[in-house]
Nanobody
Framework: VQLQAFGGGLVQPGGSLRLSCAASGGSFGSYVMGWFRQAPGKEREFAAAISWSGGRTRYADSVKGRFTISRDNAKNMVYLQINSLKPEDTADYYC????????????????????WGQGTQVTVSS
């Protein structure tokens, strides 16, 4: 499956942004989807994951309550709504996919994902 993330940009603190990831070339409905981010000089970290049905989600503690992951299997899209943006949210955001063995979102490690899109940059600054 090929993944393409987009929707990043420059946002003021407190603002919102919706990232999108378009998937092609695979059975999207069978993939667990995740969002990761990598800030300058830091390792890539997990942000959110969603099961292939969309019925289960998982979030990193640092983003709970501000990030919402969702998917539209009919459109082969996954989204990450980010609210109350903080300067520490500045990073390149990546979408990732893996085949779901069952309808779970319990995949929060980068090495559990097989497919990656290019990053989309989010900069939070006044």
């Amino acid at each position: 499956v090929q993944l393409q993330a987009f929707g990043g940009g420059l946002v003021q603190p407190g603002g919102s942004l919706r990232l999108s990831c378009a998937a092609s070339g695979g059975s999207f409905g069978s993939y667990v989807m995740g969002w990761f981010r990598q800030a300058p000089g830091k390792e890539r970290e997990f942000a959110a994951a969603i099961s292939w049905s969309g019925g289960r989600t998982r979030y990193a503690d640092s983003v709970k309550g501000r990030f919402t992951i969702s998917r539209d299997n009919a459109k082969n899209m996954v989204y990450l709504q980010i609210n109350s943006l903080k300067p520490e949210d500045t990073a390149d955001y990546y979408c990732a996919a893996r085949v779901g063995l069952y309808d779970s979102a319990n995949y929060d490690s980068a090495n559990e994902y097989n497919y990656w899109g290019q990053g989309t940059q989010v900069t939070v600054s006044s």
